[in-house]
């Protein structure tokens, strides 16, 4: 058990629909990253949040945004849901922005089907 | 920006027996960390393996070993005594020292055949 926690596990919608995942990083940590793994795509960084602001950002697409909040609990929210948005969608969590020993940790992930 | 390649995207390997996965990266950074994740069916990404640039002495742990070429840019995992709870995807992954998140691989499908 890594300590992040992800909910739903599985979660599908439709086309066109709005869904929000939620992240709960581990006790203490500040940072907050989402990743978006598909089978053609692989492992994509999507976001970043450190203590509620945004700090980095990779290949997020305009439909989808995130916040963190002053709990540190981050969410994804992801809107006019395609076919191709049909995703594993992981949260991990570090200490801080890029120190300690770098490593991330990772919750279970949200498994995401649009039909 | 810097890129992660492995460039086996399957190996199979027999109980028992031992198997290296690849990976090279590129970067101009000099101080960084490098990572080996196992991913198995049950989806939840798991740390083998990291790696710190500024340290010539390869990390292990237990079973796993790494051989880091920072010239070469290469840092494979050397995985020994092969089980079959080894059967996972692996990514090798780079974080740089500035930088905040990791970039991965595509992965490799390891699988350890009994």
């Known amino acids: ?115 | 920006a810097q890129t992660v390649t492995q460039s086996q995207p399957e190996m199979s390997v027999q109980e028992a027996e031992t198997v290296t996965l690849s990976c090279t990266y590129d970067t101009s950074e000099n101080n960084y960390y490098l990572f080996w994740y196992k991913q198995p069916p049950s989806r939840q990404m798991i740390l083998v393996i990291r790696q710190e640039a500024y340290k010539q002495q390869n990390a292990t742990e237990n079973r796993f070993s790494v051989n880091f070429q920072k010239a070469a840019k290469s840092f494979s995992l050397k995985i020994s005594d092969s089980q079959l709870g080894d059967t996972a995807m692996y990514f090798c992954a780079f974080r740089g020292g500035s930088n905040y998140k990791l970039t991965f691989g595509k992965g490799t499908l390891l699988t350890v055949n009994p």
Do not use: M
Not at chain 1, 88 to 106: H, I, K, N, Q
């Open chain 1, 1 to 115: 058990d890594s300590g992040v926690t992800q909910t739903p596990k599985h979660l599908i919608t439709a086309t066109g629909q709005r869904v929000t995942l939620r992240c709960s990083p581990r006790s203490g940590d500040l940072s907050v990253y989402w990743y978006q793994q598909s089978l053609d795509q692989g492992l994509q960084f999507l976001i970043q949040y450190y203590n509620g602001e945004e700090r980095a950002k990779g290949n997020i697409l305009e439909r989808f945004s995130a916040q963190q909040f002053p709990d540190l609990h981050s969410e994804l929210n992801l809107s006019s849901l395609e076919l191709g948005d049909s995703a594993l969608y992981f949260c991990a969590s570090s200490v801080g922005l890029a120190g300690g020993t770098g490593e991330l940790f990772f919750g279970e992930g949200s498994r995401l089907t649009v039909l």
